[in-house]
């Protein structure tokens, strides 16, 4: 089963020869999609909770409401933004550029070895 990266479990990798690895370490690929995620969540449910909870009834709330829409709007732009202009990398796309880098010998030169 192929999985896409920053769509699977955290920390689900392909290598390249396509078999899935588990990686305990989060990358920044997967902060910037998760991170997107809950702030397009947030914007989905503000109305709903808003209606759950009627209007505000302090000055207080209203500015904590208010805040939380504002952050979360910014934070869905911004990362919607970076994301698009920073794709993200699938792990075998990195190794196999570290291989295409890497000095290659001859394949003459590898038989007679």
């Not at 995620?37 to 503000?46: G, H, P, Q």
């Not at 709903?48 to 869905?76: E, H, I, K, M």
Request: charged share 20%.
């Amino acid at each position: 089963m192929k999985a896409l990266h920053g769509f699977g479990l955290v920390g689900d990798k392909m290598n390249a020869d396509e078999t899935l690895r588990q990686d305990d370490e989060l990358t920044w690929d997967d902060v910037r999609y998760w991170g997107e995620f809950s702030c397009w969540v947030t914007l989905v449910l503000a109305p709903f909770l808003y209606w759950v909870n009627g209007p505000s009834v302090s000055d207080d709330q209203y500015v904590v409401r208010t805040g939380l829409v504002v952050l979360a709007t910014v934070g869905a732009v911004g990362l919607r933004w970076y994301n698009w202009r920073h794709p993200f990398t699938p792990v075998s796309y990195q190794e196999n550029e570290k291989k295409i880098a890497e000095p290659q010998t001859p394949p003459s030169e590898q038989a007679t070895s």
